[in-house]
């Protein structure tokens, strides 16, 4: 196990967890290697029920259920989108507006690379609201507000946009954000250079729902990871 999964929320209905980039949400056959949070957690808190997934590179708020009513309840919330959602994302380039909505239908794991493709045909509907929050040179911070839940809809509707997220594999260049291609007058050793970060730069910050016992609304956020907090501070150097 790469480190222990913080706790963000623990009762005796939910349990929410603080996503570390480089863990699987729930068990998946095509990464049958990679650390999964739902394993981890089953150790220690018992049997849990999957309410909704974040990808692997994506850190941040994870929901789980304790019980069976617990997530009946939850999962009616999910599908009547009654749970609000926030995103941060590093994306490249520069909004022309300050908020957004994207509004394209998706289809999932539509092709060899399972990767959610737009098709106005067979996709489903899907609604991301983006707002603008900070540019840096050929960089931006934006926030993601998505009323769907869509497999990679986040990553889709930005790059379909025209501003793919930051380091992401799929859905943009992929390539790691390096100081040395950032600062002229870097001085550093490029053999050992380690990046600035290098997963897709996608962080679920926070999470809203009525509490399925007390029905009372609770609101959970996560802070930014490390890297994160590290590629923003040296872009707003720049």
Known sequence: MKKAIELLHEDAAVLIA???????????????????????????????????????DTSGVLLFARNASAHKILNEQFA????????IALVRGVPDEAEWICELPLRADADKMHRTIIDARRGKDAVTRFKLLETMGQYSIVEAYPETGRTHQIRVHLAATGYPIACDPLYGDGKPILLSALKRRWKGDIYEEKP???RTALHAEYLSFMHPVTNERLEISSPLPRDMRAVFKQLRSL
């Open 18 to 56: 603080d996503k570390p980039s480089g863990w699987l949400s729930i068990n998946d056959r095509y990464d049958p290697d990679a650390p999964v949070v739902l394993n981890a957690l089953e150790k220690e808190y018992g049997k849990l029920f999957v309410v909704h997934r974040i990808d692997k």
């Open 80 to 87: 009547t989108h009654a749970v609000q959602k926030k995103y």
């Open 196 to 198: 600035l970060i290098s």
